[in-house]
């Protein structure tokens, strides 16, 4: 189908984001805003703007019908749904579809199957990819639930089946923890997701979290190799990097075949995640789930193929096959990305919406930032917090911290704290330094040595507090 003007049902950075890589395409833009984002820097950028519906985003950019009511009367024929909101709603891509307009992303019935984390499992165990050790599938009660962890073997993990972002996951250590645990992730995935259902995994305490980016056009897929997302902080990633220093080429090799595998098995349209859990200690790997949608973290891969993978999904769901074969890509150095939110890392990361008083954004060779952000603009208290995400590129990893760390120092955002001073610190630890980490790794880092609030002395370090 023919794609002239591109609906971004999304907000903040991602949403600026794909009005670049449409613009760059030759398309109009209109964006969606909610009644608390008029001046966002992605409505100022957007060919036209379209009001949505109140501030709070239940009422707008989650709500299905109005935000397809909006991009039909705005005269759009696509719509772009970023990371987030609605993304990997079935339901909504459903309506976009039968609304006569362009999905861009996978078909409705892939989100769907994929979504489901018990089916995608069922899938990836189909298409001879390892999966951890659990449950065939959604778990019906508490009297099942714990034959099963007794058969699995005890932590186990209780999971969400729908949705994800660490909502719905607890782990158990045994029966009793279980028998209190379980009703309360259900209770979680029910009112995240609005699906209570659950699964169990054996829980693998020291695992790195690793993910393998692909794109696919519905018959034909790629692997654009893989990022670590191992330092998170209650199970949402701070930084991520490209590729995984901890893989041998051999590991590399077998967890990217295995991706593309799955993908081409589902018939994936479009830019995708698998993402896994490594053991670094045996050199397993065990896929968990798929992100049928970008990822926040999908620039660090650019950098390290030169691919531009929102450039790619809008032509894909244009039509076009895969412009690339696999030996078109190749890994060229190392990438890191880290996440600056509106957070106060001194104060339990505390949000700190607020008025960007004064803006220093850095630059030079191998640095990109993704931002929603410009001076005077203010931070609206309904959204997530992140701000923007300050990507670094070397020849090795040693040297993307060292230019990661001297762009940090370069950036200045006044008004309110920021998550910036948490990354100059990780970029000089010894631990981060050398890759010795894994995804419980930071909050024991944290815990043991909570960040202070920056003095007056540091005031030339990242952020100056309001």
């Not at 073997?153 to 209780?158: Q, R």
């Not at 490209?242 to 593309?260: D, K, M």
């Not at 610190?425 to 043991?448: F, I, N």
Request: hydrophobic share 45%; with cysteine.
């Amino acid at each position: 189908m023919a794609v002239s003007t591109i609906f971004i049902a999304n907000r903040g950075e991602i949403a600026v984001r794909v009005i670049r890589a449409a613009r760059e395409l030759g398309l109009r833009t209109v964006q969606a805003v909610s009644a608390a984002d008029g001046d966002m820097l992605a409505a100022r950028l957007a060919d036209a703007v379209a009001p949505i519906g109140p501030a709070h985003a239940t009422k707008s950019y989650l709500n299905k019908e109005a935000v397809v009511r909006a991009a039909l009367e705005s005269g759009c024929d696509a719509v772009h749904p970023g990371y987030g909101f609605l993304s990997e709603n079935a339901d909504f891509a459903r309506m976009v579809e039968e609304a006569g307009l362009v999905f861009i992303g996978p078909k409705p019935e892939t989100i769907r199957q994929m979504g489901d984390k018990a089916r995608a499992r069922q899938e990836a165990q189909a298409a001879g990819v390892p999966t951890v050790p659990g449950t065939e599938g959604v778990v019906a009660d508490f009297d099942i639930a714990k034959a099963e962890a007794t058969r699995i073997g005890y932590p186990v993990m209780i999971k969400a089946a729908a949705g994800g972002g660490g909502r719905g996951i607890r782990v158990a250590r045994d029966e009793a923890e279980l028998a209190t645990l379980f009703p309360q992730a259900s209770g979680e995935a029910r009112a995240a997701f609005g699906d209570g259902g659950l699964y169990l995994e054996r829980f693998i305490g020291r695992a790195r979290h690793i993910e393998v980016q692909v794109l696919g056009d519905g018959k034909r897929a790629v692997h654009l190799f893989e990022r670590e997302c191992s330092l998170q902080r209650r199970r949402q990633k701070v930084w991520e990097e490209a590729p995984a220093a901890c893989l041998s080429e051999e590991q590399r090799a077998v967890l990217c075949a295995s991706a593309v595998r799955l993908a081409e098995r589902v018939g994936y349209r479009g830019a995708g995640t698998l993402e896994y859990l490594f053991d670094d200690e045996t050199g397993e790997f065990f896929f968990i789930e798929m992100n049928t949608r970008i990822q926040v973290e999908h620039p660090v891969t650019e950098m390290v193929t030169g691919v531009d993978l929102v450039r790619a999904m809008i032509r894909i769901a244009m039509g076009e096959p895969l412009a690339l074969a696999q030996e078109d890509i190749a890994l060229r150095g190392h990438a890191i990305e880290a996440r600056i939110c509106a957070e106060d890392p001194a104060a339990d990361f505390r949000p700190s919406p607020g008025t960007v008083a004064a803006l220093t954004l850095p630059g030079g060779f191998g640095v990109r930032f993704d931002t929603l952000l410009y001076a005077g603009y203010s931070v609206p208290p309904f959204y997530d917090s992140l701000l923007g995400k300050l990507i670094a590129h070397d020849e090795s990893r040693a040297a993307a911290i060292a230019r990661l760390d001297r762009a940090l120092g370069e950036l200045v955002v006044e008004g309110l704290p920021t998550t910036a001073p948490l990354h100059r610190a990780l970029a000089a630890d010894p631990a981060v330094q050398s890759g010795k980490v894994h995804t419980r790794w930071l909050e024991e880092w944290l815990a043991a040595a909570p960040l202070a609030a920056p003095s007056a002395a540091s005031a030339s370090i990242p952020v100056t507090a309001a």
